[in-house]
């Protein structure tokens, strides 16, 4: 028998993670110290919405709740470029380090000024290392060209094409491709000639995507992704619920956690 594979999922969440990826990625370890085995963070930075970055973080002084997301270079990045596309703004992080010292400890504002990195992604992806939070955790990226060139085919699924200058995530739909533009609106753009290394499934077609080229055993679940996920496609998986944290939507500043 193979070892043991145990998988989590989460878009990029914020400059600090939120509380329920750490809860994540404890579960994660908790089965690991019970099977063995190995622990992959399926990281959907595909994903284009910019409220996926934002962090909720308590005001130590006021104890009110404040958000800090990142500023990026234009609209077009904002509404539509898959998070993986999206780059940060010049000055961004002179702003947002003013900010952080009400919001966060010393230490943590440390870590925030080791990081000088201008796409969204990498900037999440590097805190969090340094955070320590994905020691001995394989990442794998939905963005990654050789993983989505070996993925099964999905019929429901998006596109990264160019777009004004930019990368956009376009919807699949009636044999076109389309932006959403707000409400029922929806606006088609040319794709051209597509290939498998800019497909991205939707939310329901994730799953079995993502598992045709993780070969996970385990996968750890929130309490609302649970609800959606299509487990009936990859029976070979054994779900479990991620263990529950308290303030789950809030982000995660503790830095004195152990294993």
């Known amino acids: 028998m193979s070892e043991p594979v145990i998988c989590f999922g989460q878009q990029p969440c914020g400059i600090f993670p939120n509380r329920f990826l750490f809860s994540k990625i404890r579960t994660a370890r908790r089965i690991q110290t019970e099977l063995g085995g190995r622990i992959v963070f399926f990281l959907h ?41 999206k780059t940060i703004q010049p000055g961004w992080e002179e702003k947002t380090r003013r900010r952080l010292p009400n919001l966060v400890a010393p230490e943590l504002v440390e870590i925030f000024d080791s990081v000088d990195l201008d796409n969204v992604t990498d900037f999440c992806v590097q805190m969090y290392r ?46 076109g491709y389309f932006l959403y533009k707000g409400g029922n609106n929806f606006m088609e753009v040319n794709a051209g000639e597509i290939n498998k290394r800019q497909i991205s499934p939707n ?19 929130g309490e609302g992704e649970i609800q959606y996920l299509n487990t009936e496609d990859t029976p070979e998986i054994e779900f479990i619920k991620r263990d529950f944290i308290d303030r789950s939507g809030e ?7 152990e294993w």
């Not at 973080?57 to 709740?65: A, F, S």
């Not at 982000?251 to 956690?257: M, R």
């Open 203 to 221: 939310r329901d077609t994730r799953l079995a995507w993502m598992q045709s080229a993780v070969h996970c055993t385990h996968y750890v679940a």
């Open 130 to 175: 340094n955070m320590g939070l994905l020691e001995g955790v394989e990442l794998v990226r939905s963005s990654d060209p050789e993983l989505r060139e070996k993925a099964i085919a999905v019929e429901d699924f998006f596109v990264d094409i160019p777009y004004e200058g930019e990368i956009v995530r376009a919807r699949a739909r009636d044999g």
């Open 45 to 85: 930075d595909s994903d284009h919405d910019h409220r996926e970055t934002c962090a909720l973080l308590t005001n130590r002084h006021t104890g009110k709740i404040e958000r800090v997301n990142f500023d990026v270079l234009n609209k077009i990045q904002k509404l539509h470029s898959p998070l993986y596309c």
């Open 251 to 257: 982000a995660y500043i503790e830095y004195d956690h």
